[in-house]
């Protein structure tokens, strides 16, 4: 059964950094993408950041530069580190997973992808 759970978050004043953890256990596809969304109060769910089995990465303009997507394939944990928080990142963020073709095959469709695994969801807050 594959699960993913996330950790990491939490209250932060604007301009700190946190670090988003994403446990995934049962995952045995050797080809995939994996996300984090997030989702705002009163908005819609938005795709922040995506890295995929070849360890290509594909960021939303609104984060590029201050958050980074990573995987530690040993331990298998999906990272997402966010610096220089604003306020607008407060939301809930989830990891997501999908088995599957690479990033550079989906072209922009990867932005309305339906992730057929995700997590419950940890909740930022970021305070100005």
């Known amino acids: 059964q594959i699960q993913l759970a996330e950790s990491g978050g939490g209250p932060v004043q604007a301009g700190g950094s946190l670090r988003l953890s994403c446990t995934v256990s049962g995952w045995s596809y050797r080809y995939y993408v994996m996300a984090w969304v997030r989702q705002a109060p009163g908005k819609e769910r938005e795709a922040v950041a995506f890295?995929?089995?070849?360890?290509?990465?594909l960021y939303a303009d609104s984060v590029k530069g201050r958050f980074t997507i990573s995987l530690d394939r040993a331990k298998n944990i999906l990272y997402l580190e966010m610096n220089r928080l604003v306020s607008e990142d407060t939301g809930v963020y989830s990891c997501?997973?999908?088995?599957?073709?690479?990033?550079?095959?989906?072209?922009?469709?990867?932005?309305?992808?339906?992730?057929?695994?995700w997590g419950q969801g940890t909740q930022v807050t970021v305070s100005s």
């Open positions: 997501a997973a999908d088995a599957g073709r690479p990033l550079k095959a989906r072209g922009k469709d990867i932005w309305t992808a339906l992730f057929g695994y």
């Open positions: 890295i995929d089995h070849g360890e290509d990465t």
